[in-house]
Structure formats: C-alpha cells, structure tokens
C-alpha cells in the first residue's frame, strides 16, 4: 500500500477511534441518577425557596452528580417514571397574600407518592420554622406509613457535630436553623430511624429552646427510602454563604455535602 492511500485510511481509523470513544461516554453521562425538585405544594407567592432563587446554589452543586429536574406538576407514574430521589420543601398550608391557595397533599398525590416509595424511588421532605406556613397535617399522612410524624415542637438554631457512628453522614457538621420535631413509631415495619438527635448539652446560637428531640430521621417503605429534616433554610443560599438567616450566622458546616449523601442514600447510590 502506498503512502498516499496509508494516511486516509489512518486518518478514518483515528476518527472511527474518537467516535466510539464519544458514543462509550455517553451512558455514562446518562447515568446520573435523576433528582426532581417538586413545588406542587408551595403556594403561588411562596419566594422562600425558589429553584432560580436560594435554592439554586444547592440544585447547581447538585448537578455534579444529579440529573436536576423542577417542577410544579402534580405526581403521576409518569412524571417519576425515571426519577431516583424527590425533594420536598416546606409545604404550605395557607396562601400567601391575594394568591390563589396552595395544592395540599390530598388522597390522589398521597396514593402516588406512596407507590413511588413502595416500588423503589426515593423522597426527601423538609419542614421548617415555625410561622413559615407549613403544612404537617396531612403529610403526617404520607409519613405515618413509614412510621414517623411531624409535630409543631421546635428547636432553635446551632452547629451540629454529627457522630462517626451515624450512617452516611456521621462525621459532617449540620448548620441547622431552628426547625420543628419528628416523632418515630419504633415498631412500625418502616423500621424509621433516628439519624440526627438534638444533643441539649450543645447551646443554640440564641440561647433559647434547646431540649432533646428528634430533628433528621430515616425509614425504608417497601423497597423505598425516606429522610426527613425539620428544617429547610439550611440549604438556602444565605445558609450555604454563611451570610446567616433572621441574624443568625453559623459557620464551618458541611450542608452541601451532607445533603448530597442523603440525596444519594435516598437515591439508593449509597
């Protein structure tokens, strides 16, 4: 073979190469595993949390791992088809201002997230302060099939050193600020589990309500797996920053990364 005819015929196997390398990545980077952000249940007029707003630094670092997806719609077999692990925040009760009120969690949505739990997907709920318009009651529906409840107890805000021995996220330090409480059923199937628990001997940033309780639990429904945290505001943008929230100021945390793993456990990546 000749020169002349050497060099196309090395040119197209090298292109051929780099082709297949290129179509070799692509399920990789299809692989990410998919984490929907669902606003069905903030009111029309709710700006604590927005995806484009203080939410959009913990969904942006989130990318690095996830398929990050937003929506308002409500569930459906459809809409979860393909998603790994939902994130909840701060359902409201009332509506905000002269805004229409918000979507509740009624028996429909609760048969559907039920399901998604039962065949294997993965939900985060977070609640929050006190006169930041939750809705517990009928979530406490939802939650009361794995074993757990929200209650309006609240505890006020400090830095948590989480113990070694916790799973997943034992060693990482919690800026929490200030949240509601969760009771377990301990016998209950769901076998809910208690992952981080207010240590009273550690003083809050403010020096007030400090008791013991339950503040993030875990439960397994089926082949499903649930978390929930009594507090939302740790994964805004002024918590991430350390510019602080209603002027407080914890600093030193690792609040991306431990909500990363339990996006990850949830996700069963861990």
Known sequence: MTRALRLPLLATLLLTLALSRVSAAEPAAKSKPVLLYSLRYQAPGENRYPADGSYQPILNHLRATFEVRVSAEPPSPKLLRDVAVVLIANPNENAVGTNPPPVHLERADLLVWASYLQDGGGLILLGNQEGHNLEITRFNQLLGRCGMSLTNRYHDAKLISIPNSTPVIGGLRWAYYTGNEILLQP???????????????????????????????????????????????????????????????????QNAELFERLALWAAHRR
Do not use: C, F, Q
């Open 187 to 253: 016998t209950h199937p769901a076998h809910p589990k208690a992952w981080v628990v207010n240590d009273a001997s550690t003083p809050t940033a403010t020096s007030k309500r400090n008791e013991a309780g339950i503040l993030l639990a875990v439960a397994e429904l089926v082949k499903g797996r649930i978390v929930v945290a009594t507090d939302a505001g740790w994964l805004s943008r002024n918590a991430l920053d350390e510019t602080g929230i209603g002027g407080v100021i914890l600093r030193n945390h």
